[in-house]
Structure formats: C-alpha cells, structure tokens
C-alpha cells in the first residue's frame, strides 16, 4: 500500500498561473480533504470530498476549485496563483475517525 | 463554527523531564480530539486521540486527559527524549451540521514546537 500520495512535491509559480496537485489514496476511503499548512496557524481546511463525485468547502475554499472524479484521486486545483496561495499542501484521507496524511506539496507563489 | 487555541507555542524540556500541551475548544458538541506529531519536513501523523466519552488515555509515555465541561484537553509525555522533538497539533472534530454529520472535518491548533534537550 503506498497510503496517500501527492504530485508534485515542489512547485513555483509566477502569479496569475494556474495548476493542480494531484491526490491519490489506495485505501478506499470514502472522504478526502484538502488542507493548507501556514507557519503559526496550523492546518486549515480548504476543501473535502465525502465521495466520488462530491465536494464541499472548508474553512478557507477562496481561490481554489476541487474535483473528485474518482474515488481514490482529489485535485486542487489554483485558476489565478496569487502570493498568498504560498504554503504547503496537504491531502489526507480518512477511515473512521482518524486521517492519514499525504507528504505534503510545498508550494511557492512569485 | 469550531475554533481550537492552543498552548505554548514554543515548549523546551531537557531529556528526561515531562511535557504537556494544553489546547481549548469552543463548540460543546465536538467529540473526538486526536493529536498529530509532525517532525520538520513531513506529513503530520497521528500519535494519540480520544473520545469525548473517556476522560483519560494513556500509550506508553504519552497520554491524553479531557475535561469535557471545562472545554480543554492536554497532552502529556513524559521521560521526554530528543527524538521527541516535533511539532504537536492537536484537533477537534467539529459538531454536525444541519443533518447530523461532521464529515470528519478537524479544527486544528496553532501548533507547539517542542525542543527536547539532550
């Protein structure tokens, strides 16, 4: 089981560009999350998926579209990078109460 | 919706002595709390959680205390050792929404970065 995977690991944008990271999960867990991780501030939910073709918004969803076309992938994706999209990145997924957690996209907006 | 303070922000400790962190939660209605660990460039794992129903937990020298009326929960390590040196979030689940579900969704803390001195 390779658990919970993220494309790419790095990645620096020019603002205004656009892109999407990639989750995968191998576990055939129904709900997925999205979350970004800010010095200080902890993880904060941008967006989750509690199926196959269902997504919701989290605590902080602006600037960022998500879909769930497949039950073991979850894409982020940013239409218009903007600086304060810096951050990293992390996807996890979720069996009964307790989320396992991709590597992380460490993402860096110019 | 649920908001979780958490404290210190920062915690030192020579090897050998205890280590707690203490973290609050707004919303009565949250019943699941978990604590993550997350050592300097990786993803944050999953070290102890607790039920809303159990007051106490404990797994070897890490444990787990709930005071569901005061609304805080805290995290203990004790004989610390320097490879317990992490960044510690901990979480809650936040209460259902208008039909009876959370998702799963977890609130977390700001986060304390303990340093354990050899």
């Known amino acids: 089981n390779a658990g919970v995977t993220q494309t790419p690991k790095f990645r620096v944008l020019k603002t205004g560009q656009s892109m999407t990271l990639l989750c995968a999960q191998d576990?055939?867990?129904?709900?997925m999350y999205w979350y970004r991780q800010d010095p200080g501030m902890g993880l904060r939910l941008i967006h989750y998926?509690?199926?196959?073709?269902?997504?919701a918004k989290g605590e902080v969803p602006d600037g960022y579209n998500v879909s769930r076309l497949k039950k073991q992938n979850f894409l982020l994706g940013l239409e218009s990078a903007a600086p304060s999209q810096t951050s990293v990145y992390f996807c996890?997924?979720?069996?009964?109460?307790?989320?396992?957690f991709g590597p992380g996209t460490r993402l860096t907006v110019l | 919706g649920e908001n979780v303070e958490q404290h210190p922000s920062t915690l030192s400790v020579q090897e050998g002595d205890s280590a707690v962190i203490k973290c609050t939660y707004s919303?009565?209605?949250?019943?699941?709390f978990p604590w993550y660990k997350q050592e300097l460039g990786k993803r944050p794992q999953l070290i102890i959680d607790?039920?809303?129903?159990?007051g106490e937990k404990k797994d070897q020298r890490i444990a787990v205390t709930l005071n569901k009326t005061a609304k805080h929960f805290s995290l203990h390590i004790t004989e610390t050792q320097p490879e317990d040196s992490a960044v510690y979030f901990c979480?809650?689940?936040?209460?259902?929404?208008?039909?009876?579900?959370?998702?799963?969704?977890?609130?977390f803390g700001q986060g304390t970065i303990l340093t354990v001195h050899p």
């Open positions: 998926s509690v199926g196959e073709g269902t997504t």
């Open positions: 979480a809650a689940i936040g209460p259902p929404n208008a039909g009876g579900t959370s998702y799963g969704k977890l609130t």
């Open positions: 996890a997924s979720r069996r009964l109460n307790e989320q396992f």
């Open positions: 919303d009565s209605a949250s019943n699941y």
């Open positions: 607790i039920r809303s129903n159990v």
């Open positions: 576990m055939n867990h129904e709900y």
